[in-house]
């Protein structure tokens, strides 16, 4: 945290112009930094990454005049709707801990599975 301090101060003197040694104020809400951090999950990152992918294929399809790929609503909607299954599968308390793993697994397999076949779908074009 102090090497961030460090690195935005340093940026912000650059920013005004001013030596190093000059005075300034300047007020900022410190605790927003320290609680509002996301730490990107496997899932997460898989999302974005799948997003990501659905977003570029929309823009070839409409410059290049692809009909073959239509549906970047529907496997976005239902990768995020099995990417909410996942967190939600994993958060409340199954009867055992082997149905709970058994469950999360299941999901997770679905969700890669999903993303295999979005991709395989998108590799078409």
Known sequence: MDRINTEVSRSGYQLLNLEA???IQGRC???VLKTDVHFPTDISLLYDA???LCRQCLHWRQDYFLPD???HKYN?????RQYRRIQSCATPPRKTKAAQTD???KAHQTYIDLAQSTESSHSKL
């Open 50 to 52: 799948m997003s990501a």
């Open 29 to 31: 809400d410190s605790f």
């Open 21 to 23: 040694t000059a005075s």
């Open 76 to 80: 976005l909607t239902e990768f995020k």
């Open 69 to 71: 790929w239509r549906q």
């Open 103 to 105: 469950l999360i697994c």
